[in-house]
């Protein structure tokens, strides 16, 4: 959400990069790229494939610039599904290639900090499994709703599925999710109270 009004919307900012302004490229990258990141992180578990992502997807909307039709969709909308077609495109080929645990990526290495860093680590090192333990498209609209905050007409879009359908894999994916991170609330710092 942008605070200031005066601020160019991002269908703006892809007209003015269609007709040559680098600047508006470079202030919708500000905008759109770190959220697209996140979504493809949380989607696919592994810090490279995720930048490897977002760079594809922000190349294909500069691709696509010169034939954006402004009104017709919000270019966050989609963005992410380019990120979401993308990442399902990796998954695919994970799937394909998966014969031996060798291929599994590691989970990253909380980094050794102060006590709260180290704690919010773990928390998010935690949601991070609990999330790539959902079913694919339970962790996609979670990840869209609950950590990207978007609205379930705008996730409907993005995935394709009626806004209903989004509604219930949400609903199945926190359910899931609270079933697995119930045993770990004392050691991930919240107090049973």
């Known amino acids: 959400m942008r605070g200031d009004l005066n601020e160019p919307t991002d269908d703006a900012l892809l007209v003015l990069f269609a007709n040559g302004e680098q600047d508006a490229a470079r202030a919708l990258t500000r905008r759109l790229a770190p959220r697209a ?33 402004p009104g017709q969709a ?3 909308t989609w963005l992410y599904r380019v990120v979401m077609n993308l990442c399902l495109d990796i998954k695919r080929r994970r799937r394909a290639t998966m014969a031996n645990l060798d291929d599994v990526p ?39 709703r609950h950590l990207e905050e978007l609205p379930n007409p705008q996730i409907a879009d993005i995935m394709n599925i009626s806004t209903e359908a989004v509604e219930s894999l ?11 991170l119930a045993g770990q609330r004392e050691a991930l710092g919240y107090s049973n109270g």
């Open 74 to 76: 919000q270019v966050s």
């Open 106 to 144: 590691e989970p990253a290495d909380p980094r050794p900090a102060a006590a709260d860093r180290m704690q919010q680590g773990a928390r998010h090192d935690a949601l991070q499994n609990a999330l790539m333990q959902l079913p694919e498209r339970q962790r996609e609209a979670v990840v869209l």
């Open 170 to 180: 949400t609903a199945r994916g926190k359910r899931a999710l609270t079933r697995l």
């Open 37 to 69: 990141l996140g979504v493809a992180y949380r989607v696919l578990g592994d810090r490279a494939e995720a930048e490897d992502v977002t760079q594809d997807a922000m190349m294909r909307l500069w691709r696509m610039a010169p034939d954006w039709q």
